[in-house]
């Protein structure tokens, strides 16, 4: 004995199922979401900054920069003019992290204080693994890209550090608490005498410095420097 067919039921045409939603169906075919945009740009700035930093500016290609991020080049032109406009932005990416965090209370303090605390970030970011490493590959493709280093600056937290260690040598200079004529002249000094031997020294020429060297740099450097300020005269020219 059969059973009655249900009306408007083939045996063999089962029911239809529904339809997805149209917005499913976009997110499948269309335009990433705004939050995919964003990984997928962080996808090649990871990409693009190992090879650079792992290879140098020169060997890294386009072809190696989307192979390596698992994109089309047609997908990296997209977003990027060429290779200078994405080694810019990898630059700025790493300068980015390199800054201090936004709730550290820089200007608290005596100037004593206020120097010491500058000088142990700024000095915790040189010798940061990408800083050195960024260093490392300037200085090695400076003769074939001398771009390279003009970026690396107009990009950098070098001239934001100088005017902000300028700024303070003068509030205390027109204070009268120390003698200075040029206080975007000693900001500079005190920047090198904060970075210069111990990132030579991270790169290898010299023997790196220890932990405890490193601890006392801030202290020693900020002694000299506002010692020499405190006793300082005009040169004859």
């Not at 917005?23 to 705004?34: D, K, M």
């Not at 997928?40 to 390596?68: C, K, M, N, W």
């Not at 902000?164 to 003068?170: G, N, R």
């Amino acid at each position: 004995m059969t059973r009655p067919k249900r009306h408007g039921q083939s045996p063999h045409h089962p029911a239809k199922k529904a339809s997805p939603p149209a917005a499913a169906v976009a997110r499948r075919g269309g335009r990433p979401s705004r939050k995919q945009a964003a990984q997928l740009g962080e996808r090649i700035l990871d990409a693009a900054g190992h090879l650079f930093l792992a290879h140098g500016y020169g060997a890294t290609s386009i072809e190696a920069v989307a192979r390596q991020a698992r994109i089309s080049k047609r997908t990296f032109y997209h977003r990027f003019e060429d290779k200078p406009a994405l080694f810019v932005a990898v630059v700025h990416r790493i300068v980015d992290r390199l800054r201090p965090p936004a709730d550290v209370p820089l200007l608290e303090g005596s100037i004593q204080q206020i120097l010491e605390r500058l000088a142990g970030l700024i000095l915790h970011a040189a010798l940061s693994p990408q800083a050195i490493a960024l260093n490392r590959m300037i200085v090695a493709e400076s003769a074939r890209f001398p771009k390279l280093a003009a970026v690396v600056t107009a990009r950098g937290v070098t001239g934001e550090a100088i005017q902000f260690i300028a700024d303070i040598l003068e509030r205390e200079a027109r204070a009268g608490k120390l003698e200075l004529d040029n206080p975007t002249f000693a900001a500079e000094q005190f920047l090198f005498m904060i970075i210069s031997l111990p990132q030579r020294r991270a790169m290898g020429l010299g023997v790196p410095m220890t932990p405890a060297e490193l601890e006392a740099w801030p202290r020693d450097v900020v002694n000299l420097f506002l010692n020499g300020c405190r006793g300082w005269t005009r040169a004859a020219s």
